[in-house]
């Protein structure tokens, strides 16, 4: 692992990416698994080490606008409003694919996703590299994408050729994942960009919940399971609910077992204010109610950090779904189960 972003680091990352091989890079939503985006051997080398389906394609990182003509065949109507206002930044794009991608990237599809990543050091190595940088999260699949270099070295070890650790991700949430080929644009993936931002921009687009149920899903990471952490996350009233965190609270007092809590910032107040919190109860601060954006940048990190303190199960909240609260819920969902008891 390089524990420093100094030149020297960089140059091995950067030579080390060159050579074909994998490093993980730290970027403003969560760390990425990279490799040379050209390079199709480097790029099968991203799906062995993530246990990746073949079949979930993967984005490419670029470091300039002048990088994407290569990448594409035309720009679908609005992208160039977008890429000016969001770029660089959380919002990826879908474009049609040109001859340059290996299929391997794409996994088969005609288009190809693409975003500028607001991380100095991710611009700094893709242009050392001089090559869009092939990235999907730097989790192992079905694991909670990571936040710091430490969840990457969690996942990977030795596996990999290296992790740039260049801190916590600011985000906390991958990017927006938007559809631009089709009419209405389609929002595949909530995430580090709001709906509402994108729609001030260019009207209306859909979500891609809102598709069929019959329809094969269009992001084909869409149909796996997702951000889960090892013990089991329980979808229930933990926000609103002051009785059941009450109930919680006593049974875990006559339980030997550890629960883990991810709350906000006014349930753990609550909490406080009523009851003695056993020594088997770990709480995770997501942050105050108002504040989505503060939750999302929490969330993965206290899912590993819960993990680690040997927690039997953990319980999370509904959080209102405005702005990045829908990146926030499309997550949380994703990784629970509704709660039934
Ligand atoms: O913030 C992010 O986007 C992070 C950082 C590292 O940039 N990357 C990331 O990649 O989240 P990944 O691979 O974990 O998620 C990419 C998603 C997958 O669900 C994949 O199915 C979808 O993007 N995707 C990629 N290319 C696509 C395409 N051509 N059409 C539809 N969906 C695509
Ligand atoms: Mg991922």
Redesign the pocket.
């Known amino acids: 692992m390089w524990q420093s972003t100094n030149n020297e680091d960089m140059a091995q990352a950067a030579a080390a990416l060159k050579d074909g091989e994998v490093v993980a ?1 730290p ?8 490799a040379d985006g050209l390079n199709e051997t480097a790029c099968r080398k991203i799906y062995s080490a ?1 246990e ?1 389906p073949a079949d ?4 490419l ?1 670029i470091a300039e606008r002048a990088m994407l003509d290569a990448l594409v065949r035309t720009v679908p109507d609005g992208a160039e409003i977008l890429m000016k206002a969001f770029w660089p930044g ?1 919002l ?1 794009l ?1 474009f049609p ?1 040109s001859d340059a991608i290996p299929a391997v ?3 088969g ?5 693409v ?1 500028m ?1 607001a991380h100095p050091v ?1 611009l700094s190595l893709i242009r050392d590299v001089h090559r869009p940088l092939a ?5 192992k699949s079905g694991r909670p ?1 990571p936040t710091a270099a430490w969840h990457v070295a969690e996942d990977f070890g030795d596996e990999i050729a290296g992790i740039v650790d260049g801190g916590d991700c600011a ?1 906390g ?5 938007l ?1 631009l080929t089709r009419k209405p644009p389609v929002l ?2 909530p ?2 960009i709001s709906r509402e931002a994108i729609e001030a921009l260019i009207g209306p687009v859909l979500l891609a919940g809102a598709l069929s149920e019959n329809a094969p ?6 149909k ?1 399971r ?1 951000y889960a952490p090892k013990s089991p996350v329980w979808l229930a009233p933990v926000e609103e609910d002051e009785n059941f965190l009450h109930r919680l609270i006593a049974q875990a007092e006559q339980s030997s077992k550890s629960l883990g809590l991810l709350l906000s910032d006014d349930a753990i107040g609550f909490l406080h204010a009523q009851n003695d919190i056993p020594p088997n109860v770990r709480l995770w601060n997501l942050g105050p109610r108002t504040r989505p954006d503060v939750a999302a940048a929490r969330l993965f990190d206290g899912l590993r950090r819960l993990d680690d303190m040997g927690v039997s199960e953990m319980f999370i909240g509904r959080w209102p779904e405005e702005e990045l609260g829908l990146a926030l819920m499309n997550r949380i969902t994703k990784l629970s189960r509704p709660w039934k008891g």
């Not at 979930?56 to 984005?59: G, Q």
């Not at 599809?109 to 996703?113: F, H, I, Q, W, Y």
């Open positions: 890079f970027t403003e939503t969560v760390y990425g698994l990279g993530k990746r979930n394609p993967l984005i990182h959380p990826t879908l694919k990237v794409t996994a599809l005609d288009t190809v996703a975003r990543p991710a990235a999907p999260s730097a989790n994408s985000v949430v991958e990017s927006t994942i559809d595949l993936r995430g580090g899903p269009p992001a084909p990471g869409m796996y997702h």
